[in-house]
């Protein structure tokens, strides 16, 4: 936990505006283009299955809905590989270990290409056997297969797009990501409307239109992120350390991606059992009514996912350097954001339905105040499904992978597909919203109560608040402080004496030393703006270990920049006493670490 000058009293209001100043602008800079990657993956399904039900009819829009297990499908995927290798590589940044963060990339780009292709072939070689499985319903038949003929031919490129758009987000190019984004998904709209209207490809057009998008969108990424002056990672032979090390590099992003990819799985299985109980127990008024919901929350999905995504690879490289104080600090506004975004959803589906019902053409009177009344009732389950979205990311983000599957497996599948299972036969559709709503309730209060009741495995450890230490760590020091001389001044006195306490005057001296001609060294490069400078400072056995973040312009130590007006006078004095310096960037700030040896 961070520390300040008497780190037991309290934080000020001014000092804690400057502490989160840095994490919040950081969130603020990454949110934006984290919502458009969910775009892409929502919003696509949604715009197919709303088009299709206004220029073809209502009565053919499930046939998309029920080719929906086969997205989740591949986004299990690129969800494990994008989420889980850009958290990997965006941790060997932090570390300063670039090797690996090279590494990682080009074995997990290569992977994910492969594996869409494959699913590509083999989805295509066993459609007559997929699509019967995807569609119990024979008036539909013809259109889902249809559909799923020309969809199953784009997962190359939604693999690509949504898996390269995880790292070239972490890697400091957002706007890159947005910009990308924004083309996938307006080509999308724009040749769905084309291809449909236009020329009347039908069912062929929906799904050829998103491939187009996702194209563009590619195209679009990867040239911009060839040219960009902030890109980190390089395409390197995955397989030059040995395949040892690449498939070790394999194993640790699965495992570190698929607690919260793998809800696309346990969604796929839910979907398709609900959909075979509607067809079973219900009528074709409820699987359209359920079609329009399951696609409508879609809209709930890009905000909620923009938030959890936004938090997961900040909270992950914080919390690995031990910085847990900021870390709850997003996680509580984050809690907040999520939660207000359910409540607005869940007021425009229940207060504006006939809004959502005009998307899709639904005219009929008896039909849409069927489905107005579903889409009401869903609502009530948004709260749930956006906290317990977020809690995922952030299990996973602080590398409590089972517990965020056990909670992803609770929510996705158990509750959800059993209680279907028992309610639907005996009281119908009834059953199914039923079951969807108290899923939802269900895993927000097993997290709440493990939360409230975890404790630390033993008596030596410290207190833990959201799964991370609570109480003060005595081997950790932390604070923010501006790009200004004066308060730079004050504050490495505050850290000479704080180290001296504990060590002794030696080692303080060259403490504040080695931190004030950092701090002076960034403020000198960053002379006409002001920045706010997060700082760390770790003690070991043998070592102050001193790491600093900014945004600015960066001040590496080790490279003397004639670009720049600073003095290099301070680079010299670092090098001169410190045993180890790195200077990197990480999650597009400057990270700069400074490694002192202690006298023993």
């Known amino acids: 936990m961070t520390h300040q000058p008497n780190s037991h009293c309290r934080y000020d209001t001014k000092m804690k505006e400057i502490n989160y100043s840095l994490i919040t602008k950081k969130y603020r800079e990454f949110f934006f283009p984290v919502l458009f990657i969910a775009m892409s993956k929502y919003l696509t399904t949604f715009v197919d299955s709303a088009l299709v039900s206004t220029f073809l009819g209502v009565e053919r829009m499930p046939a998309v809905s029920l080719c929906f297990p086969v997205v989740c499908f591949i986004s299990l995927f690129h969800g494990m590989f994008g989420i889980g290798g850009s958290l990997i590589a965006a941790n060997a940044c932090a570390d300063h270990d670039r090797d690996k963060g090279n590494r990682v990339f080009s074995a997990i780009m290569t992977v994910i290409v492969l594996i869409g292709v494959l699913t590509a072939l083999i989805g295509t070689a066993l459609r007559s056997v997929i699509v019967p499985l995807l569609c119990g319903e024979p008036s539909l038949l013809e259109d889902a297969e249809t559909y799923y003929s020309v969809l199953v031919l784009g997962f190359p490129f939604m693999c690509l797009l949504i898996s390269l758009s995880y790292f070239v987000r972490t890697d400091g190019c957002p706007k890159l990501t947005t910009i990308a984004m924004l083309i996938s998904n307006a080509v999308n709209l724009l040749m769905d409307c084309v291809l449909m209207k236009s020329c009347g490809m039908g069912m062929e057009g929906a799904a050829a239109a998103t491939i187009i998008g996702h194209l563009c969108g590619i195209v679009f990424l990867l040239a911009g992120y060839i040219k960009s002056s902030k890109r980190q990672y390089r395409f390197v032979l995955p397989f030059s350390d040995g395949l040892r090390t690449l498939f070790a590099d394999i194993k640790n992003v699965c495992i570190s991606g698929f607690s919260t990819a793998s809800v696309w799985l346990y969604l796929m299985i839910s979907v398709q059992v609900m959909n075979s109980l509607i067809i079973a127990f219900g009528d074709q008024a409820g699987l359209q009514a359920f079609s329009v919901c399951k696609n409508s929350v879609n809209l709930c999905y890009i905000l909620f996912l923009g938030i959890a995504q936004t938090l997961s690879p900040i909270a992950g490289v914080y919390a690995h350097s031990g910085d847990y104080d900021r870390v709850r600090f997003m996680l509580k506004r984050s809690i907040r954001y999520v939660l207000g975004a359910a409540a607005l959803m869940g007021l425009l589906f229940a207060l504006f339905p006939d809004m959502i019902l005009l998307l899709y053409g639904v005219d009929d009177p008896q039909s849409a105040e069927y489905i107005s009344s579903c889409l009401r009732i869903y609502a009530l389950a948004f709260p749930g499904l956006g906290f317990t979205l977020l809690m995922n990311y952030y299990f996973q983000a602080i590398r409590k992978q089972k517990l965020s599957t056990g909670v992803t497996v609770l929510e996705g599948l158990i509750l959800p597909v059993g209680l279907a299972c028992a309610l639907t036969p005996h009281f119908g559709m009834a059953g199914i919203w ?114 600093l973040r900014d945004m600015g312009i960066g001040f590496n130590p080790l490279v003397r920049d004639k670009s720049l007006s600073y003095d290099f006078d301070n680079a010299q004095v670092l090098q001169s006493i410190a045993s180890e310096i790195r200077f990197d960037l990480s999650l597009g700030m400057n990270d700069t670490m400074i490694r002192l040896s202690r006298k023993r």
């Not at 308060?487 to 490495?492: A, D, F, L, N």
């Not at 706010?532 to 770790?538: A, T």
């Open 434 to 547: 039923t079951a969807l709503i108290a899923s939802e309730g269900g895993a927000v209060l097993f997290i709440i109560i493990y939360l409230r009741y975890d404790r630390p495995k033993s008596r030596a450890s410290l207190e833990r608040s959201f799964l991370l230490p609570k109480a003060d760590d005595r081997r950790l020091y932390g604070f923010s402080v501006k790009t200004d001389i004066p308060e730079i001044v004050e504050k490495t006195k505050d850290v000479s004496q704080y180290i001296e306490d504990r060590t002794d005057h030696r080692t303080a001296v060259i403490t504040c030393l080695a931190l004030e001609e950092m701090l002076t060294g960034i403020a000198a490069a960053n002379s006409d703006r002001e920045e706010i400078i997060d700082v760390m400072l770790r003690e070991t056995e043998t070592d102050i270990i001193i790491s």
